[in-house]
């Protein structure tokens, strides 16, 4: 089952059921998160209150997809009314290819800002980026009941970082770069008795400032701290096996950079068991009624190839059985830097 979240142009929300070519409107919430909170409080499955739920109205989602209907996707999901208690996050180094395009900018980084301490180092150590992936290969799969090793973790923001497709993302005007970062995300919401529960996943672009990033590895934290972007559909009970997809870089409508790419439990370090424990094990993370959404880490990054996006540049990321390709053109700010200043009360 693959949902969506619109909005009319002159206000107003629907959730929608997409199945080919059509959005199959549902009546009695107008979010994804209302319809999770109807089945928690009927003790229903969120599939079954949803089919139930499907009235003849339609939408024709090639128009909607293209924008040029009246009614807009919003990101697959959200908090519809509170941003700030949707918690964005991620874990990263669970991919191998990621792993060694962030292996080999840390290790730039340390030759640039500490060339001492490379002659220091043997050549043939491993940086923190590879030890930390290779904790994930030695002890990210515990068997049943067990706790593995604990990932890498970071911060996204709220959900006001949250962009949807078609919507831009965003380098700031003190950022350094922006580049896609194609992933999974779960999506996840905090019962009355706060437990976390799994209301689906949706593919995503996680997008980074890797410049920034790449001049010392301390910067990862606030090189994460960018728009991001997920949908245009959120899959509920979806297959995570082994999921195939691909990430493309568009300029001019022409596609400059395009590659394959892989993910799901099968292709991470840690299991999807062990993420969300080390995840949701933080008290603060289990707040009742807090959406949640955590992105899996990437496969490939067009950064990572050498490749530098300009304004206007659009990214794409699509992953088979996750609906409709996620879109997102890229939007530079001005190159003024403006001083916030924090002024006494």
């Known amino acids: 089952m693959r949902l969506i979240q619109i909005r009319h142009v002159h206000g107003g929300r629907r959730t929608g059921v997409v199945s080919d070519g059509s959005i199959a409107l549902l009546r009695g919430g107008e979010s994804i998160y209302a319809f999770a909170q109807l089945a928690l409080n ?24 293209s924008g040029a209907s009246d009614w807009r996707i919003l990101p697959a999901m959200d908090h519809p009314a509170e941003s700030a208690r949707c918690l964005v996050s991620g874990t990263g180094l669970t991919h191998m290819a990621s792993a060694k395009n962030r292996d080999a900018m840390h290790a730039s980084s340390m030759e ?44 996204k923001g709220s959900g006001m970082a949250l962009r949807a497709h078609g919507e831009p993302l965003d380098i700031p005007s003190h950022a350094e770069d922006g ?19 799994r209301i689906g996943m949706a593919q995503g672009n996680e997008f980074s400032d890797h410049r920034f990033e790449k001049r010392n590895y301390l910067n990862l934290a606030a090189s994460k701290l960018m728009t991001c972007a997920i949908g245009p559909e ?26 394959r790419i892989r993910s799901g439990d099968a292709a991470m370090s840690h299991s999807l068991a062990n993420l969300e424990h ?4 933080h008290a603060g993370h289990r707040r ?49 830097r403006a001083l916030f200043a924090a002024l006494p009360l």
């Open 42 to 65: 009927g003790r229903a499955s969120l599939s079954a209150v949803v089919e139930s739920s499907v009235t003849q109205e339609a939408l024709d989602y090639d128009a909607v997809y």
């Open 112 to 155: 640039q800002t500490a060339p001492h301490m490379q002659e220091a180092r043997p050549t043939e150590a491993p940086t923190d980026s590879m030890r930390m992936y290779q904790l994930g290969v030695e002890g990210g799969r515990p068997a049943a009941g067990e706790i593995g090793a604990a990932p890498e973790w970071f911060y």
């Open 179 to 197: 580049g896609e970062e194609p992933e999974i995300a779960g999506v996840y919401v905090i019962d009355s008795n706060g437990a976390p529960r």
């Open 234 to 259: 959120l899959v509920v009970d979806p297959e995570f096996g082994s999921v195939a997809g691909e990430v493309s870089i568009e300029r001019g409508g022409a596609a400059i950079w395009r590659k």
């Open 278 to 281: 080390h995840h949701f094990k």
């Open 288 to 336: 009742p009624g807090d959406v949640h959404v955590h992105f899996f880490g990437a496969d490939a990054f067009s950064f990572g190839e050498g490749v530098t996006l300009q304004d206007g540049d659009v990214m794409q990321v699509q992953f088979d059985g996750f609906g409709r390709a996620l879109r997102n053109p890229l939007r530079v700010a001005g190159a003024s």
